[in-house]
């Protein structure tokens, strides 16, 4: 027996990807957007997207420049992830105020962030319009994993709580 629930409530209770800090924009106007709205979209070649609303400054830079990062913090970061998600980037650098480094990575001008564990580079191949977020779907053409990454540790952001990923089945 099941009870009906709101199609909105309905997709709320998907686990989800890892929360992910993503960067856009270049030099010291390059910005960083927590993002829990990320998936893969390809295996080979290897395509990763972001679901961004246009309200956010980040969608602007989006538009502006055809890469962006994916960095995957663990659960050590979780004061950054919450940070870089409760602050806009129009007028404050984040990497400076949360202490973060820009990593410049091999094939994009795009940073990544040097305290992230994993670093995705992302060159844009679409763009696509759904509601009230845009999907920009990248390729991945560069990929950086610190030995001591483990999946276990990143963080998940689900209906308003973090966690870390649950237990291991098989
Ligand atoms: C845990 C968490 C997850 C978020 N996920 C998304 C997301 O998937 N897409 C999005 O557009 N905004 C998301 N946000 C909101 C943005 O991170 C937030 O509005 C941020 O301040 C925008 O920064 P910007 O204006 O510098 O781009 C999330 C915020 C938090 C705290």
């Not at 800090?21 to 893969?40: D, F, Q, R, Y």
């Not at 410049?104 to 696509?128: A, D, F, H, S, Y």
Request: proline share 6%; with cysteine.
């Amino acid at each position: 027996m099941k009870d009906e629930i709101s199609p909105r409530d309905g997709i709320k209770f998907l686990p989800h990807f890892p929360t992910v800090l993503v960067g856009t924009g270049t030099g010291n106007k390059s910005n960083l957007i927590t993002v829990a709205m990320v998936h893969v979209f390809s295996i080979d070649p290897p395509m990763i997207g972001i679901g961004i609303s246009p309200k956010r400054h980040s969608f602007k830079l989006l538009e502006e420049h055809g890469e962006f990062t994916v960095n995957i913090p663990d659960k050590e970061m979780l004061e950054e992830v919450k940070d870089c998600g409760s602050t806009s980037g129009e007028d404050t650098d984040k990497f400076k105020d949360f202490d973060l480094t820009r990593e410049q990575g091999g094939n994009t001008v795009v940073p990544g962030v040097r305290e992230c564990p994993l670093i995705l580079e992302c060159e844009q191949e679409k763009r696509i319009e759904t509601g009230d977020h845009h999907w920009f779907v990248g390729e991945v053409v560069n990929a950086m994993k610190s030995k001591e990454f483990k999946r276990s540790e990143a963080i998940l952001y689900w209906s308003g709580e973090f966690r870390t990923p649950g237990k291991l089945l098989e």
